[in-house]
């Protein structure tokens, strides 16, 4: 399967734990998208990547979290001293952004969080 | 702001019924719009797309959606549902650079036999 993959698939952590998550993205695409759904809502958008650039954070992504792309490849999505607030599930996406189109965006299966 | 609102947060149907499921959105400039649904305990797959093409837009499974801009709608249908239908459907519209997508509060289709 060439599709997003997203590990570990559930995390139970408690509050005030450290918790990383990692994305990998289809392997030619360009952009990488972090969202997060919460029960009954939809997904919203918390940042995203253009290669290994952070282009654009949301302002629900609170100093605790914090996403790295090293190489433009994989991507990890960490939070610090978790609250209970935080229990989600974290949606990773990726895209092949060209000039002419292309922009649909593939998502994973997620990662649920939930902080005890 | 973009922004989409569904209509109904939850629609029944008897399988081999039609399906509508409504969406009207909110952007400032020509929009590109997705249906995507999600099954339980799977990933988000994307039924279809407009992006300023034919307004009249088919996707996978028997799905299509039509752009109409003079209503700010577009509603998601399928002649007649499957069992397997049985999901959750999020309206989505994305910004003017596609940096992101702005989701729909989603429907959830019921499918009874």
């Known amino acids: 399967d060439t599709g997003v993959s997203q590990d570990p698939r559930h995390k139970i952590t408690k509050r005030g734990q450290n918790v990383t998550f990692r994305c990998d993205p289809i392997?030619?695409?360009?952009?990488l998208y972090w969202y997060r759904q919460t029960l009954g809502q939809g997904p919203e958008f918390l940042t995203y990547?253009?290669?290994?650039?952070?282009?654009?954070k949301s302002r629900l992504l609170s100093d605790r979290f914090s996403a790295e792309r090293p190489k433009g490849s994989f991507s990890t999505l960490e939070i610090q001293r978790t609250e209970q607030g935080d229990s989600a599930m974290y949606l990773c996406a990726s895209s092949l952004v060209v000039s002419l189109g292309g922009y649909e965006q593939y998502f994973g299966p997620g990662t649920r969080l939930t902080v005890t | 702001a973009q922004s989409v609102t569904q209509l109904d947060s939850h629609v029944s149907v008897s399988e081999g019924t039609p399906v509508l499921l409504r969406c009207n959105y909110s952007s400032s400039y020509s929009p590109s719009l997705f249906w995507y649904v999600q099954h339980p305990n799977k990933g988000l797959q994307l039924l279809l797309k407009?992006?300023?093409?034919?307004?009249l837009v088919k996707g996978i499974n028997g799905f299509e959606a039509e752009f109409k801009k003079s209503e700010t709608s577009f509603h998601l249908t399928k002649p007649s549902a499957h069992m397997s239908d049985a999901a959750e459907y999020f309206c989505?519209?994305?910004?003017?650079?596609?940096?992101?997508?702005?989701f729909g509060t989603g429907t959830r289709l019921l499918v009874s036999p």
């Open positions: 990547f253009q290669n290994e650039a952070q282009l654009e």
């Open positions: 392997s030619e695409h360009n952009r």
């Open positions: 989505v519209v994305s910004d003017a650079g596609f940096q992101k997508l702005v």
């Open positions: 407009y992006t300023s093409a034919a307004t």
